[in-house]
């Protein structure tokens, strides 16, 4: 039992200490973008791209890409944007459903409703 314990912690404790930054989440902006249609950006930091918003910090913070008409898929990566706080994705014609990885994002607050606009499945 304490030897469960123990491993729990130190594997917690080694999630939380992993150093994550802003390439971090420009690597799972770029593999969130990638099979989605019409979410362009010419600009080279991911703070400037459209619907992003970052913190102080400059991490990812708030993604916004509402009214876009964007096509694809929402993939695993968004559990990597370990800062996102507010997602709105309402009025795209995404598919294939929410990714299980959302659960990942413990700091998010705000979930735009019309997030489950999605064409497929709420995951189980
Ligand atoms: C983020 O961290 C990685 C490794 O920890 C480092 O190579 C990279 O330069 C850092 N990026 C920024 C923008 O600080
Ligand atoms: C997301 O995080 C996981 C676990 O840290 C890592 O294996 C994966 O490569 C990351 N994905 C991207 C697109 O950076
Ligand atoms: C974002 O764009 C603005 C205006 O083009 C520019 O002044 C700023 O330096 C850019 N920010 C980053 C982080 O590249
Ligand atoms: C996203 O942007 C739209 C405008 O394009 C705005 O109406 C909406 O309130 C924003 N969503 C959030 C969660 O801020
Ligand atoms: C949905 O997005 C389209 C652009 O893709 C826009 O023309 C339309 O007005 C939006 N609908 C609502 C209800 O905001």
Known sequence: MAAVVFLA???GFSAVSAVTNITTDEHALLSLKAPIT???SSVTHV???TGVLCNRHERVAA??????????TITSDIGNLSFLVSLDLSNNSFSGGIPKEMAHLRRIKDIHP????????LPG
């Not at 993604?63 to 694809?72: A, D, K, Y």
């Not at 019309?114 to 499945?121: E, I, K």
């Open 9 to 11: 912690l130190i594997l």
């Open 38 to 40: 019409g979410w362009s």
């Open 47 to 49: 703070c400037n791209w």
């Open 63 to 72: 993604l916004n890409l509402s009214n876009m008409g964007l096509l694809g």
């Open 114 to 121: 019309n997030f489950y606009d999605f064409r497929g499945p």
